[in-house]
């Protein structure tokens, strides 16, 4: 028996973005309700005909369910907080396109909005623990400064370097390819293109990640409206269709048979989510995949099964993720040069691309493309396969 | 070996670490253990990965293991590491099993270095373990 659907069930028919970075004067709410206006009218449709409410809390607890009210919608027929951390926009989209093919909803917003920028504050301290921290085994992890998600990632890879000889100027490939395509996204933070030399000179933060394998931090809103495929054909965008999904939250084994660092929940949701969409690793033609650091891209490329386990530093030093390359891969610039919107910073650009609206960037094949998202420490996994050829 | 435990931030006990720290306080490791299924586990874990048991118990350990992997850290997390940087932190896989995440104390760490806990006893806060190269 095959998982294959036989047709899309669903549809993303609007995106809306708000303005991304350094925006200091708007809070996750209002970011939040702005985009689903953005994305709503992007779609053809007036806020009012949305019938569920999908949201992401982003890192200060906003927004929440009163987004609703806020928007000032009614009746709506689906409404919840959603929360996977950055797996959260593949469990809100697969939760939307299967309420819709059940007759559960027709259009529903999912949105995500964040604002741990402050102004003065520096990007490193918006995530960071103050002195006076919690107690017991968090207050350990506080004691021997164990206290930064570029800790947890720097061990990560350091496990994967350490096992397989992957190294950091090959982690430094996926920086200067994705700022290479950054130059072409308006809407990118830095555009400037960077050398691997400018990689490997960057400021070591936790070694063996520098600077420039860390993502960005950013204030800002996107939404994306799901309605289903036949209906969104009559509406304003070419429709980007939905073809197949799947989740992974392998849960932490701190003892000696766990996989930690060398492989992730990629490896489970991978094979299920194009399997669901009836295609193979080789039918991708386009990958968005969550990057909140070069070595989770080249990790999940190895779980996904673009390359063999351990060979993701030798394939990403390759260049087929670059301009140019055979696997265009986070062609806006991603998470460490365009913006951070956790999830949604893959999942636009899936968008724009699959849409064939992404200007001077524009890939040419955007049949199947494969987006991934990644919460907390390698603990959560969502990942989505798209298609624009329903255009 | 480690110079000025006092510029660290103080660590403070709750109910369910103080098993851990008294044991720290005399010069002693300790980890938990399930007693459904016997799976060693670190001293932080309220529930067995194995089993899903809830039964767990403190045993000793031996205070050996070897570096499953580190990072020196050269950029502040915040305001509180300014003074520590460079430091380094690691996974210590320990002789019995589990995982600790220490301060790391020597000059090359390298994949599988065997250490050795050794016990810093700040003048505020809980002690705790350190790991040093085992001669
Ligand atoms: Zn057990």
Redesign the pocket.
């Known amino acids: 028996m095959s998982d294959q659907l036989e047709q899309p069930p669903a549809a993303i028919a609007g995106l809306g973005l708000t303005d991304v970075g350094k925006v200091y004067d708007r809070s996750a709410t209002d970011l939040a309700a702005e985009a689903v206006r953005l994305a709503a009218n992007d779609a053809g449709l007036a806020v009012s005909d949305l019938d569920g409410l999908l949201v992401s809390p982003g890192t200060q607890g906003a927004p929440k369910l009163s987004l609703q009210k806020v928007l000032g919608l009614r009746d709506l027929r689906l409404l919840a907080e959603i929360n996977a951390l950055g797996a959260s926009p593949g469990v809100m989209i697969a939760h939307a396109a299967a309420t819709i093919a059940m007759g559960g909803a027709s259009a529903v917003a999912c949105v995500f909005a964040d604002t741990p920028l402050k102004p003065k504050g520096s990007g490193r301290d918006a995530f960071g623990t103050p002195r006076s921290g919690p107690r017991g085994f968090a207050g350990y992890h506080a004691g021997i400064g164990l206290v930064s998600p570029n800790l947890f990632y720097a061990l990560a890879a350091r496990r994967h370097f350490a096992t397989y000889g992957t190294t950091s100027e090959q982690l430094g490939a996926i920086a200067v390819a994705q700022r290479a395509w950054a130059a072409d996204n308006p809407a990118a933070q830095f555009r400037e293109p960077i050398s691997l030399a400018q990689h490997q000179e960057s400021p070591l933060i936790a070694d063996p990640l520098h600077l420039y394998d860390i993502c960005l931090v950013s204030n800002g809103a996107a939404a994306v409206i799901v309605t289903s495929a036949e209906r969104a054909r009559d509406l304003a965008q070419p429709p980007v269709d939905i073809l197949g999904w799947a989740q992974a939250h392998p849960g932490r084994v701190q003892h000696d048979d766990s996989d930690f660092g060398l492989r992730t929940g990629a490896a489970d949701a991978g094979p299920r989510a194009l399997r669901m969409a009836g295609v193979r690793v080789e039918d991708v033609d386009l990958l968005q995949l969550y990057d909140c650091y070069t070595y989770t891209v080249m990790v999940t490329l190895e779980d996904y099964g673009f390359c063999p386990k351990g060979e993701g530093g030798k394939f990403v030093a390759e260049g087929h993720l670059a301009p140019g390359g055979d696997l265009p891969c986070n062609t806006g610039g991603g998470q460490l040069s365009a913006f951070y919107l956790t999830g949604f910073t893959p999942l636009v650009e899936a968008v724009v691309q699959g849409r064939g609206q992404a200007g001077a960037r524009q890939v040419d094949q955007r049949d199947v493309i494969m987006v991934s998202g990644n919460g907390g420490i390698l603990e959560h996994h969502a990942t989505l396969i798209l298609s624009g050829a329903g255009r | 070996m480690t110079e000025t435990p006092d510029a660290w931030p103080a660590i403070q006990r709750d109910t369910k670490s103080a098993p851990f720290f008294d044991a720290a306080a005399r010069d002693e490791l300790v980890i938990k253990r ?1 007693t ?2 016997g ?1 060693a586990l670190p001293p932080e874990a309220l529930v ?1 990965t ?2 899903a ?1 809830t039964a767990l118990d403190w045993i000793p350990a031996e205070g050996s293991g070897t570096l499953l992997t580190w990072t020196t850290v050269h950029r502040a997390p915040n305001r509180a590491y300014t003074d520590l940087v460079p430091y380094t932190v690691g996974i210590v896989e320990l002789s019995e099993g589990p995982w600790l995440y220490a301060r790391v104390d020597t000059a090359r760490p390298s994949p599988d270095l065997p250490l050795r806990a050794e016990f810093v006893h700040p003048g505020d806060g809980e002690s705790y373990p350190v790991f040093t190269a085992a001669e």
């Open positions: 399930c459904g299924c799976q067995c194995t089993c048991g």
